[in-house]
T-cell receptor
Framework: GDSVTQMEGPVTLSEEAFLTINCTYT??????LFWYVQYPGEGLQLLLK?????DKGSNKGFEATYRKETTSFHLEKGSVQVSDSAVYFC?????????????FGKGTHLIIQP | DARVTQTPRHKVTEMGQEVTMRCQPI?????VFWYRQTMMQGLELLAY????????DSGMPKDRFSAEMPDATLATLKIQPSEPRDSAVYFC?????????????FGDGTRLSIL
């Protein structure tokens, strides 16, 4: 079945540092890829998405590029802020084969220190 | 701003009791998902509906869990009888169709504790 693997956390960075959170996937079809963010006590919010190879999703300074050859969708941000502290989830869905539900990675807890 | 609404936000009850969680999807969304989040398993898809019809409930323990959509504005997830291992945060999400790969919008979850 489909699966998503992302780097274990917590990841602790200083404000203005460069961020990379790795994500790789396994899928039988041609999935769409997503990054969601979860703040304490809240549900998940879509951060960005990409639906086909070489697409780049971007939002709020975050970017991720759909790399089919390496089955990866790494999240990056050039300069993080304290307000970026949250848990980040990489996910996929494979609607082409009728699997609309999201398959999530375990989540990466990001801590940004002032 | 349209939101998915879940009630209750928190529920503490004793083992063996019936638990009902409710979800109001975003108006106009025709697909509703139920997920469960635990520390050990992370986020897992339990079931989902399109146009109120169940499409996949393979992630749900059938003997004690049931999911329904009595109408387009309400989805329910019931556990009967509840067990301590059911303690988790349960999320509802809704999405639309017509545009491929519409993102899912999540509610704030129901935090369930079974004693």
């Amino acid at each position: 079945g489909d699966s998503v693997t992302q780097m274990e956390g917590p990841v602790t960075l200083s404000e203005e540092a460069f961020l990379t959170i790795n994500c790789t996937y396994t899928a039988t079809g041609y999935p769409s890829l997503f990054w969601y963010v979860q703040y304490p006590g809240e549900g998940l919010q879509l951060l960005l998405k990409a639906t086909k190879a070489d697409d780049k999703g971007s939002n709020k300074g975050f970017e991720a590029t759909y790399r089919k050859e390496t089955t990866s969708f790494h999240l990056e941000k050039g300069s993080v802020q304290v307000s970026d502290s949250a848990v980040y989830f990489c996910a996929l869905s494979d609607r082409a084969r009728g699997a609309d539900g999201l398959t999530f990675g375990k989540g990466t807890h990001l801590i940004i220190q002032p | 701003d349209a939101r998915v609404t879940q009630t209750p936000r928190h529920k503490v009850t004793e083992m063996g009791q019936e638990v009902t969680m409710r979800c109001q999807p975003i108006l106009g969304h025709n697909t509703v998902f139920w997920y469960r989040q635990t520390m050990m398993q992370g986020l897992e898809l339990l079931a989902y509906f399109r146009n109120r019809a169940p499409l996949d409930d393979s992630g749900m323990p059938k003997d004690r869990f049931s999911a329904e959509m009595p109408d387009a504005t309400l989805a329910t997830l019931k556990i009967q009888p509840s067990e301590p291992r059911d303690s988790a945060v349960y999320f509802c999400a809704s999405g639309g169709t017509g545009v491929s790969n519409q993102p899912q919008h999540f509610g704030d979850g129901t935090r369930l504790s079974i004693l």
